[in-house]
Structures are given as structure tokens and as C-alpha cells.
């Protein structure tokens, strides 16, 4: 991670280094289960996830969530996380690359520190938001 903005050099508008991960893959569906605690076989076992409908396995919510979160870290240090905060708005498939983005929506005070709120979202390959959020972020 390259050294953290300062707020008075950040500007409303302003995008955040973008993240392009590889694509999502049932390897990786299974050491999100084993790390996660999250065994619900929607994401691991085409034959269940058929059974109620899907085409195929599909990412959890939780791991989308982490790419914000990775997103967001990749700008600023963990410790300068103020909030991160999301709406899942479309599936996640095996298969898909997910692009996370996000860009300057405001900067203010609040709590004696200097803040910029963020919005952020998971893309993927055909341009369908995945997930859509925001993040409160301190800078000095």
C-alpha cells in the first residue's frame, strides 16, 4: 500500500485505485468456507444449488464484502477505517472477474477528526454491480 492521502489533497470526485481480481473459482468458494465457518453447501455443491434453482455455486455475500473492505485498505491503513457499509444487489458466480472500485463523495469533520466518505462497489466482467457501499475513512 503506497503512503495514505492527505485529506486536503483529496477531492470530491476523486477515485481510489482500482482493485481487478482473478476470477472467482469453486477453489476459492472452498477456502472461504474452511476460513469462514460458512459450510452452506449453495456455495460449494452445484447439485444442492441446482435443487433451488441457481445455475451454478456462487460467491458469499461476506467474501464480496471483503473486497470492499480490501479496497478500501488498499488507500488508507485498517486503523483509519471509520465505516464500511454494504447492499448486495446481485449475484456473484463462479467464473466472474470482479472489479472494486470506489470514489470521494464528501469530506467533512466529525468526532474532532478529519473524514472522507467513499463510495464504493464490486463490478463484474459485463459492468452489473454486485455489491454497492460506502466507507468513512480518517485522513490528516
Not at 455455486?57 to 471483503?66: E, N, P, Q, R, T
Not at 471509520?82 to 468526532?111: H, Y
Not at 477528526?113 to 475513512?137: F, I, P, S, W, Y
Amino acid at each position: 500500500m503506497a503512503n495514505a492521502p492527505k485529506f486536503a489533497d483529496v477531492k470530491v470526485g476523486d477515485e481510489i485505485p482500482k482493485l481487478v481480481l482473478p476470477p472467482i473459482s469453486r477453489h476459492q468458494l472452498a477456502l472461504y468456507c474452511g476460513g469462514s465457518g460458512d459450510h452452506n453447501p449453495i456455495h460449494v455443491d452445484i447439485d444442492f444449488a441446482k435443487k433451488f434453482g441457481f445455475k451454478d455455486v456462487f460467491a458469499h455475500g461476506m467474501l464480496s464484502m471483503a473486497f470492499l473492505g480490501r479496497v478500501v485498505t488498499g488507500w488508507v491503513p485498517q486503523k483509519q477505517v471509520r465505516g464500511l457499509g454494504t447492499r448486495f444487489t446481485s449475484i456473484t458466480w463462479v467464473g466472474d472477474v470482479i472489479t472494486v472500485s470506489g470514489k470521494v463523495t464528501g469530506k467533512r469533520e466529525a468526532n474532532g477528526e478529519k473524514v472522507v466518505d467513499l463510495e464504493v462497489r464490486c463490478t463484474n466482467q459485463n459492468g452489473q454491480d454486485t455489491l454497492q457501499g460506502h466507507a468513512t475513512v480518517a485522513l490528516v
